[in-house]
Each structure stands twice: as C-alpha cells, then as structure tokens.
C-alpha cells in the first residue's frame, strides 16, 4: 500500500485550498418549470445522482444546489428567489476533525471491530481483533 | 470512532484478511491511481476451488460522501466476525439468524472494494472537504478548478453522450461533461481512470459477478438499471447499442424507451424492496426503490451516461457471454448533507448493512427443485445451447428471447397464482 504517501498530491492541494471558494446549500424555491429552465442555464452541482427537490404546498419546490456565493449572485440576478443556506465547506472542515488521524489498525495488524450486534458472542468468547 | 481515512481503510481490508485467512482474501487492485495509491478489495467466502456466485460492493466514487467505505468496512467486519463467532447479526430491529449469515458466506464470495477513489477521498478529508472527483490533473491545464475526473461518469455505458442522447437530455444537469471544470466530467475516454479501470478488473477475475450495489449519498434511494431513458419491455430494437436511436436518448415519454425484460424489471424491483424493508426495520428510515432515470417523489427525469450500474448491467447486453448482474446504487442517508457527524454516520452505517445483508440472502442461490431446474437450463443453455449458436440467435435482443416473452405472457399469469395458492397452504 503506498498510502502512507502524499508525494507531490499534498502539496498540489494546500494550494489549491487557497483557490477554490466556499460552497453554500443554497436553497432556490420555484416552480418545475422554472426549475428546469435554471438546470438547463446554469451547471450547478446539485448532489451525488440527481437534484434534490422539496415539493411545496404551493405547487412550488425547493431545489438545494451547492454554490459559491458568485454563482449565488448570478442566480439572483437571473431572477430566481435564493436563500444562501448553510456554508457547507465550513461544515466539512469541522467535520475534517472527526477523520482518524494515523492508522488505528496499525497496517492491517489489527482488525476493525463491527458496529452489528452479535447475540451470543460473550457466551461464546469470541474476540476477533 | 471516528470516520476511516485512508490509510486506515486499506489497514482495516489488510486487517480483516489477515484475521479470518480461511474465509477471506486480500485482492490487490493492479492499477494505481494518479497519486500512486494502490488499493485493495477483501472477498468473504469459504473455500475457492468452485466459483460461486458473487456479489460486489464498492464505495467511495464520490470523494466527499464519505460514510461509503465506513460502511463497506463495516459490513464486511460483521459479517466476518458474526460467522466465525457462529452468531447471527441485529441491526437494530432488524436481525438475521446465524444460519442465514452462513449461508451468505458459505454460498457467495462476497467482494467488498471500500474505497474506489483514495486520492479524492484525501483530498476532501485534507483539504477541500467538499471535492467530488479523482485528482487526475490531465485535463486541467494547469488550473486547480479543473483537476478530477467524475469516477461514476467514466464506466462505458454510453459514455459518448452527446452522440447517445437527444440534446434536451442534458436539461436536468446530471448526464455527463466534456468541461474537466465540471464535477460530472467524464473524463477523455471511457474507462481512462484508474479508478473506474479498477472496478472493471474486478469483474474480469470475477466473472461470476452477479450482483453489484455502488454505494453513494446521499438521498436515502435505492436505484436500478436503466439511468438513460425510461425502462420498456416490449420492444428489444430499443436499446444502448442499437446506434439507429443515437440523438433520441434521455427524454420521457417519446418514442425511445431502454429495452429491460420484464423479469429482470420484476426482479430489481422486488430485491430493491427487499432491501428497504431492511433499512427501514433497523430505525425506520424509509428508502425509496426508483428507477434511477427518475426523481423520487417528483415527475422529472435525470438521466446519467457512464455511471457504474448502468455500465455492470450493461455488459451481458453487450456481451451475452457474460452474466447478467443485477445492479444498484445506494444513496445513503435521508438528510441532505454530506457531511452528517460520525455519530449519525454509526447509525447511518447500521441501517445500509442491514440493507446489504438482506441483498446478500437475496444472491444466495436457493437449492429448491426451482433452483436445481434453475442451474439445469443454465447448464443447458451455458454448456451446449450457447456453444453451439451463436449469441444473435439466443442473446438479449435475439428471435429466442422474443419466443421467450411470449411464452411467459401466457403461461406466467395462469401458473404464478397456481404458485401463489400452493404456498398460501
């Protein structure tokens, strides 16, 4: 495994960090129409397989995007009713503090221990790390 | 706990094969990826000598929807210790008996690829938390916007999209890109990275690959075949490789819809429920079964060209030859976030493998006379009938799968409520 390794990787992302901007869940509220004419105007990064919509009582729906606050600006001035909503990045690097640091399974000396119940495993004695 | 990084995913894969020798085995993935990680895949299963069927999970495409891989290394742990302690498994209110998790072990390899794109994954977990793609700089001139390739846009299903879909198709942003500052860049050739070349070796040396889940998030969906148009089982010309409907894929409700047969259909979809009773008995968190052309719960279509089932489904179309795999991607977690804390992760990761146990028991072949006629007409068509004419005759666009369909729509209906009313008593 060569992961220990971050080679030139690390240093080409501390750079980049100072380049790419925060995103934003920002929340566009429209009819389906609309909201497709906006996917259809602007590439938005809109999830993992496809967007996200709320339906609205009003016929509407809430389609969450992940913008920079200039693509945020852009879609307001198109005309479409934004809510910049949470700083996303922001909530990512906190999360950053919940990723292990090191190698808690030493190489693969030491193996991960499953979250799953297993009814009986104290009877039977078993310890599998 | 915490969140697996990278290094620790490939320890914990290490780990596990070392620990349980003779149920498990290291696989050392052959290519690197741009930042010279190499990656591996565990395979659960007891003995090698007779191929079994196998199921193939893999994880972290997406490199900010980081709970993947936690959960594959999760699942595998589980199923590991659980059949070695000779236990069953709960998750939550949803529990499995030491016989069924033996049955998995004993009668499917289980392979389990964790983390697909380490490089990406670092990246996010480093630096720019919210990063989607690999790292491969070729396409990016140098700009920093540009970098990556999106792993889950470069498999070979229909990957030249602007020559396979109607133009209208790209409306709903989520087909593919020809921008390498796009995050749904394809890349510049199908299966360029490594990443997704990686996947494909997987199903080389595994050619008893019958079933696949790509995990991702999030959404809270469970999704199936075909992400390119809407699924129809009447008219087999209608298909991916049938270049006459290039320009006219992507659109509901026109004239091209993307030939699926109708037991295969039956089929996603019953395993897919399967699944989400699973989940939803852990804690009650409800995932829907869609097609995944279509948005759960709203009207609109979003296709995708060269996503990793529609790829792995793909290939017996291509390639009668090959096994049909029954195919899915998993949007894990109901609220809309990538990031949700680790203690929402743990219960995030028992509700999915609770979900991949029940797909598992689901792959495991049933020995019932079913079953043994089952592997009887295998053995027919694999062993004589395939070798001896060739796959225009008997493949999935070929004169027998027709005569096939019309069979089962006058036989079917009569002899499934025959069927029903037997097991009823």
Known sequence: MNDQTDSGGSNQSQRNQDILPDLYAALITDNHENLKRLLQTF???VGCR?????????????????????????????GYKIERGENVSALGRERQKEVGEGDRFKGGRVAPRGLGEKPGRNLKGGSTS | MTFLNVVEIESAVIGLAGTYPSISQLITLPFFTVEGRQSHALRIGTGNACPKTAVLFISGAHAREWGGPDICINFATDLLEAYSLGTGLVYGGTSYTAGEIKSIVERLDVIVFPDINPDGRQYSQKTYSMWRKNRNPASSGGQASKIGVDPNRNYDFLWDFNTAFAPGAQAGGTLASTDPASDIFHGTAPFSEAETQNVRWLFEQ???????????????????SWGDDTNQSTTTDKNFTNAAWNGQRGLPGDAY???????????????GNAMSAAIAGVAGQNYAVAQSFFLPSWGSTYPTSGASDDWAFSRYFTDPTKRKVGSYTIEFNLVKTFFPSWTEMQAIILDVDAGLVRFCLRAVPKFSIASWWCLLKKWIYEAIW???????????????????????????????????NFRER
Request: hydrophobic share 40%.
């Open chain 2, 206 to 224: 595994y050619p008893q690959i019958s079933w696949f889940i790509d995990i991702h998030s999030y959404g809270g969906d469970i999704l199936h």
């Open chain 2, 257 to 271: 819809g993307e030939y699926i047969g109708a037991c295969d259909l039956a089929k996603f979809a019953s395993v």
């Open chain 1, 43 to 45: 590439e938005l990064d």
């Open chain 2, 386 to 420: 395939h070798k001896v004419l060739p796959p225009e005759l008997w493949g999935p666009y070929g004169p027998w799968e027709r005569i096939k369909r019309i069979v089962e729509s006058i036989f079917l209906p009569i002899v499934r409520p025959i069927i029903r």
């Open chain 1, 50 to 78: 496809h967007p996200h919509l709320e339906p609205n009582p009003d016929r509407t729906a809430t389609l969450t995007v992940y913008a920079t606050e200039e693509r945020i600006r852009e879609i307001q001035a198109a």
